[in-house]
């Protein structure tokens, strides 16, 4: 009774992290999180501009 119990809830884990939403949320995150960082170390020259 115990492991069916474990295996449907990796079975409704897995279905879950697969969800379109899901993985869009993420890559989203990804993006943004790579062109913060992008920024940070390359700032815009009209903001900072070189003497």
């Not at 390359?42 to 903001?47: A, H, K, M, T, V």
Request: proline share 8%; glycine share 0%.
């Amino acid at each position: 009774m115990q492991k069916q119990n474990e295996n449907e809830q990796k079975h409704y884990l897995q279905r879950y992290l697969s969800l379109a939403p899901v993985l869009a949320v993420v890559a989203v995150s990804v993006a943004f999180t790579t062109w913060a960082i992008f920024n940070y170390f390359f700032p815009d020259l009209l903001f900072h501009p070189m003497p």
